[in-house]
């Protein structure tokens, strides 16, 4: 008697399982990465902030609105990489200083500070938004 096993079906079968098997186990690894990543991102705060040349030397900026301008406390903003740094704190005029300020009472729409500091030429603008939960955001990055 001669015994013989068919192993044609056992062969792809197993191959079929297996790729199954590595296929649901990466998909759950990508979509552990994926989703996981998700919660780590942080939201953009929405502010608008103007800011333009008046007279020959002067900055003017202005505040324009935005979903999140009540937790604004202060705007830094830097003329030509720290030439003049100047920190809005609800007053109005810009204070020449480098100190940190906190707004009693949150900026308005329309509140427009001026401030000298710009030359004759093309002028790097660059003001951040420091806000009430710690984070601070860049708002305009622009040459005047």
Known sequence: MNFRENEDAVSPVIGVILMVAITVILAAVIAAFVFGMAGSVDTQKNVAIGVKQVATNNLQVTVQGGQDLPELQYLKVTIDGGTAIYTIDGQSTLEATTAVKVVTSSLSVGEVFTAAGLSDSNDHVVVVGHFND???????????
């Not at 984070?135 to 305009?140: G, Y």
Request: charged share 25%.
């Open 134 to 144: 710690g984070k601070e955001q860049l708002l305009i990055d622009t040459n005047i």
